[in-house]
T-cell receptor
Framework: GQQLNQSPQSMFIQEGEDVSMNCTSSSIFNTWLWYKQDPGEGPVLLIA?????ELTSNGRLTAQFGITRKDSFLNISASIPSDVGIYFC?????????????FGGGTRLMVKP | DTEVTQTPKHLVMGMTNKKSLKCEQHMGHRAMYWYKQKAKKPPELMFV???????INESVPSRFSPECPNSSLLNLHLHALQPEDSALYLC????????????FGNGTRLTVT
């Protein structure tokens, strides 16, 4: 089956630093999504990308849909303590039925005040 | 606040019990999903309902039985579970079954004793 390789698996950074994480795949995806999950809660959609090369921002977050359709990255600028959580990328393949998203393994972000 | 509501938030059950998880959305979404999530792992798809019909069952054991009474409601009936079934069970919905992002509820934390 399809797999998404998400890296890094975890990051421990100082408050105010910028963060970068990415996902790569051996297959082409039609849609890339980035979610954040806080402890005890469900994943919350941060950014959705629908077009190769697309660069989209949501506040301090910026994500890009790779031109090859096989990768995406998420950047967080000037991190703050509430950025702590697990970030998941997810992709929808070109030929799909029933919205079978493929998830990356997650990036656990820890922020030191 | 999430627009997908799940109850209960926590559930502890014995291996001989029968219980049900409930999910509700009023966004007019026509596809609903059950996911299972173990600690520090991405969500794993269990079932997909598309236009109130079961469209995908990811080889889930029969001790898990989904039900979609109407387009706004999704249930997961549990019977004779095993301790390894303990996990966070997430409900999600999408506007349609194709190419639209998942909206997750906050999940039910299930513990099987």
């Amino acid at each position: 089956g399809q797999q998404l390789n998400q890296s890094p698996q975890s990051m421990f950074i100082q408050e105010g630093e910028d963060v970068s994480m990415n996902c790569t795949s051996s297959s082409i995806f039609n849609t890339w999504l980035w979610y954040k999950q806080d402890p005890g809660e469900g994943p919350v959609l941060l950014i959705a990308l629908y077009k190769a090369g697309e660069l989209t921002s949501n506040g301090r977050l910026t994500a890009q849909f790779g031109i090859t359709r096989k990768d995406s990255f998420l950047n967080i600028s000037a991190s703050i303590p509430s950025d702590v959580g697990i970030y998941f990328c997810a992709g929808l393949p070109l030929m799909n039925a029933g919205n079978m998203l493929t998830f990356g393994g997650g990036t656990r972000l820890m922020v030191k005040p | 606040d999430t627009e997908v509501t799940q109850t209960p938030k926590h559930l502890v059950m014995g291996m001989t019990n029968k219980k049900s998880l409930k999910c509700e959305q009023h966004m007019g979404h026509r596809a609903m999903y059950w996911y299972k999530q173990k600690a520090k792992k991405p969500p794993e798809l269990m079932f997909v309902y598309s236009y109130e019909k079961l469209s995908i069952n990811e080889s889930v054991p029969s001790r898990f039985s989904p039900e979609c009474p109407n387009s706004s409601l999704l249930n997961l009936h549990l019977h004779a579970l095993q301790p390894e079934d303990s996990a966070l069970y997430l409900c999600a919905s999408t506007r349609d079954p194709y190419n639209s992002p998942l909206h997750f509820g906050n999940g039910t934390r299930l513990t099987v004793t």
